[in-house]
């Protein structure tokens, strides 16, 4: 178990890593911050010397310390309610990438984690790497059997690494909220906990090859959309290996416009593929940044680097749909009941209160294109409101909102006029169509009753296990009940306990006395 100094000391070096940087002072002049952690940030940024003014570089800080931490401001991007506007805008601009690890080290890591050498595997691996991030790094090699493949492999230590660091973000999460107030609102306890399960994922590449496998069987039927190919036999925990992708990176938009494509027509496709991820399948891909996504020569995105997936159950994906489909149409009023059925706000505020205030937000968005006004400032709008009206982090949402503002920024880039309601709103109209209409509504509660109906003989079991039939005896008549000595009465204590004893040794002594005793 790690001890509070070992943490304490990581986390003031940290803090002073980001006080050189002036990333703390936006904490220091918050009044909503508490005041302990003010106190803390501000001795952080004495002893570096620095004084409040400049331009905070928080992505500059977030490198500097280390892998996990590039992780982690990658997610507190999404977070301008928690981290402040000017900073979660500096975050998105972090790129998770490190000088690569010798050659050596990676060829010694696949050969034990194979147990056999690299020429068994591989007929060729070029050892300068394609890509080099916080986690692991990629090479280009060519199969045994003569395919052209990408390798994935994880940094020696990492594992160890990340374990560590996040042993104390969980202790500083847990001091903050129990702080109480505007902190145990934000959650950073349960913000914390996601942030370790997403880096858990992606430290095992075997959960990434399976997440991969899943997400292409959900997209087989998705025109334009595909997901490289998993070479199962040279995959473990710490190695993975898909097929070589030959495209164009989706950022280079004037080399796809030299090959003729049609940027308009990739950008709808981009739009409508994360769409059908986050409705429709609840299973969708949360690194859609620039450099995870290709474009085949036939204008087919190829997306890769499977290692953050989100996830979203059945009813949250309804919910979703309609608070999509009522912010694009005008509903504000249930766009606000839904977020009281989902007990996002609390119930002692006002629904027509709620739906005003997301009207506020909502309205000078509508019918214009993403280049004037975009969905990630209509995410900051409804984070300025969620403090007034007491709605607490919504963890398990915080991957939509930062993938969101990705697919937005990407979609941008290749069409700049294009509008994200007008895109979505066809797509949300005829899903809830076809989830929320009458016909899906009578076929999902016969589906329930028939799920229920087919459950009651275990039920039945399950109580005459607990409940058996008698048996041959006949059943005992009601016996009388009687106070015991051990029995504690109300009043009763050791004063009792004596009063009883006394008794008892006084009717001994009478009947020895009598002669009833001999």
Do not use: C
């Not at 891909?285 to 474009?295: E, I, K, P, T, Y």
């Not at 005008?330 to 629904?351: K, T």
């Not at 009687?482 to 009465?489: A, F, G, M, P, Q």
């Amino acid at each position: 178990m790690t001890s509070s100094l070992v943490h304490l000391s990581r986390l003031f070096r940290w803090g002073v890593t980001l006080a050189r940087r002036r990333a703390l002072v936006g904490i220091e002049n918050d009044p909503n911050a508490p005041a302990a952690v003010r106190q803390f940030v501000r001795l952080a940024r004495l002893a570096t010397m620095t004084g409040k003014r400049g331009k905070p570089d928080y992505a500059g800080a977030f490198r500097a310390i280390g892998p996990a931490a590039i992780k982690l401001g990658q997610s507190l991007a999404t977070r301008p309610d928690l981290v402040g506007e000017e900073a979660a805008n500096n975050l998105l601009s972090l790129q998770d990438s490190l000088p690569p690890v010798p050659f050596a080290q990676i060829r010694a890591a696949i050969e034990s984690s194979f147990g056999q050498s690299l020429e068994n595997l591989f007929a060729e691996i070029d050892p300068e790497p394609v890509g080099a991030a916080s986690i692991a790094q990629v090479h280009k090699a060519v199969t045994t059997d003569g395919r052209k493949v990408a390798v994935k492999v994880l940094r020696p230590g990492i594992r160890e690494k990340f374990a560590r660091d996040i042993q104390t973000y969980e202790w500083a999460a847990a001091h903050v909220e129990q702080m109480g107030g505007e902190a145990q609102r934000l959650r950073p306890r349960l913000t914390i906990a996601n942030f370790k399960r997403w880096t858990n994922s992606e430290l095992d590449l075997r959960r990434e090859a399976a997440s991969a496998s899943e997400l292409a069987e959900q997209m087989a039927g998705v025109p334009g959309y595909r997901i490289p190919q998993i070479d199962w036999d040279r995959t473990n925990g710490r190695v993975m290996t898909v097929e070589w992708i030959d495209g164009i990176k989706i950022s280079r938009t004037d080399e796809l416009r030299a090959r003729g494509h049609d940027l308009a027509a990739i950008s709808e496709r981009l739009v409508i593929s994360f769409l059908t991820q986050a409705i429709s399948t609840g299973f969708f891909h949360a690194d859609m940044h620039q450099g995870n996504l290709f474009v085949e020569d036939d204008g087919t995105i190829v997306a890769i680097d499977f290692g953050i997936m989100g996830r979203i159950d059945r009813r949250a994906r309804q919910w979703l749909a309609e608070i999509l489909y009522g912010l694009t149409t005008g509903n504000y009023q249930r766009v606000a009941e839904i977020h009281f059925e989902a007990q996002y706000v609390p119930s002692y505020h006002s629904v027509g209160e709620f739906a005003t205030a997301l009207r506020a937000v909502g309205e000078p968005m509508r019918g214009k294109p993403v280049k004037e006004l975009s969905v990630g400032q209509m995410l900051d709008g409804l984070f300025a409101i969620t403090r007034d009206f007491d709605m607490q982090t919504q963890p398990h949402l915080l991957l939509l909102q930062k993938t969101m503002v990705m697919v937005e920024g990407i979609a941008t880039q290749l069409n700049p006029d294009i509008n994200m309601w007008d895109t979505a709103a066809p797509y949300v109209r005829e899903w809830i169509r076809d989830e929320l209409g009458p016909e899906a509504a009578l076929a999902q509660r016969i589906k329930d009753d028939t799920e229920t109906l087919l459950r009651l003989p275990g039920l039945i079991r399950r109580l005459e296990e607990k409940f058996p039939p008698k048996g041959g005896a006949p059943e005992a008549p009601p016996l009388p009940e009687i106070v015991l000595l051990t029995d504690k009465r109300e009043g009763s204590g050791w004063f009792g306990y004596l009063v009883a004893a006394l008794a008892g040794g006084g009717a001994m002594w009478g009947a020895l006395a009598a002669g009833w005793i001999g």
